[in-house]
């Protein structure tokens, strides 16, 4: 389960391509090493499995409250090394975490639909357009996705992941996804469909991994799921224009993505 959460859109009249380049997947890639250092970390303790178990007393019962009522809970994320931000040269980070609640069902039910992959583009329609399992072996399924997401521009890209699966007895899962690759889809549905150059592109996504948790309790299952995207930067004379939509898209999106599967699991299993 995992939608592109952050696309970086630019006005149309600003249709110069952007390069990704060595140095910029290099920065990804520490970034990536750090961050799955952490979640790493945090399953084998599994005495703050979810985000939400990390926080503050006060701030971790108000949450919870929050997420039993049947809210989303989606905050920014970020990871440092040693202390220091780590810089992306002709690139931009989108780190987020959100996390809901589905009563009435099983950690097996949420683990069928999770990997139920040829029903994504209904589950997540419209943001998922299309979508295949294209090879299992055990636990690692490699998927094709079609993303579409309109917001000043309309973003149509075809995105190859390699997920894997990783249970933890009976209540606990979780599962690391890597987009392979990611192409923009010019003229998507008309004749003149095409890709574009794969790294030589508008740059509205150029690396996307996500994480999910779920944990079953309390009458149900914990969702929770922290992406960690790759963009262009946004060019200095529409920050003001864009800034804001840098904020708003993956907050949106990720609720819809929780929203989405809450609603697909208990359509499922039935009223709790």
């Not at 399924?141 to 009976?170: I, P, Q, S, W």
């Amino acid at each position: 389960m995992g939608l592109a959460a952050c696309v970086v859109c630019r006005p149309a009249g600003s249709a110069q391509a952007a390069e990704l380049t060595k140095e910029t997947v290099e920065a990804f890639e520490r970034y990536v090493r750090l961050t799955e250092s952490r979640i790493d970390a945090e399953v084998r303790r599994g005495t703050a499995f979810l985000w939400v178990d990390a926080q503050p007393e006060r701030v971790r019962q108000q949450t919870y409250q929050q997420i039993k009522g049947g809210e989303t809970v989606v905050e920014r994320m970020q990871t440092r090394d040693a202390g220091r931000d780590i810089d992306f040269p002709g690139g931009m980070i989108h780190h987020w975490v959100a996390t809901g609640f589905v009563p009435g069902v099983t950690l097996p039910q949420v683990l069928t639909l999770s990997q139920d992959y040829d029903n994504y583009q209904n589950i997540y329609r419209p943001e998922v357009q299309r979508s295949k399992l294209v090879a299992r072996d055990g636990d690692t399924f490699k998927v094709h996705l079609r993303y579409y997401k309109k917001t000043l521009v309309t973003v149509v890209l075809n995105t190859d992941n390699d997920v894997r699966y990783f249970v933890l007895g009976e209540r606990r899962a979780h599962t690391r996804s890597h987009s392979t690759r990611i192409a923009q889809v010019d003229h998507a549905g008309t004749p003149a469909e095409h890709e574009r150059p794969v790294g030589n592109d508008s740059g509205y996504l150029w690396r996307l991994y996500i994480y999910w948790r779920f944990e079953e309790r309390d009458g149900g299952v914990y969702l929770q799921s922290e992406t960690v995207a790759l963009t262009r930067n946004i060019p200095f004379a529409f920050r003001w224009l864009v800034g804001p939509l840098v904020s708003r898209i993956p907050r949106e999106t990720l609720r819809a993505t929780i929203t989405a599967t809450r609603n697909a699991l208990l359509a499922r299993s039935g009223p709790p």
